[in-house]
């Protein structure tokens, strides 16, 4: 597997027309985890999960929103519904080692991003 390390990335030119704000039940499903409220301006904040969808309809891409940035783990698919990558954000920031998956769903390529 190759490691490579980058600067800062953001995914969210990808998804800022494709959110779509799915049922929350979803969150339990394989690979989600369970994000703790963020304490913001004396109040508390819920992270969301959310679902980005290829045009054809199928799922492109699935995580935690937290006031409209990426947070959180995500996972990325191809059409075919392969993994593609995943990794983590932090209010939209990339951040620790990110996985990018071969067509056959077996890891590739790992990139670290700053914490």
Not at 13 to 21: C, E, G, I, K, W
Not at 42 to 52: I, K, N, Y
């Amino acid at each position: 597997m190759a490691h490579t390390t980058a600067n800062e990335g953001s995914y969210r030119s990808l998804t800022d027309r494709h959110l779509h704000n799915r049922s929350t039940s979803a969150q339990t499903k394989v690979g989600m985890t369970r994000m703790d409220p963020v304490w913001e301006h004396g109040g508390m904040t819920q992270p969301e999960h959310r679902e980005v969808l290829h045009r054809d309809g199928s799922l492109r891409g699935r995580g935690q929103m937290l006031d409209d940035e990426m947070h959180g783990y995500w996972e990325w698919f191809r059409l075919d519904g392969t993994i593609m990558r995943s990794g983590s954000f932090a209010r939209g920031r990339q951040i620790g080692t990110w996985t990018t998956y071969d067509r056959a769903g077996a890891p590739h390529k790992e990139t670290q991003y700053g914490d």
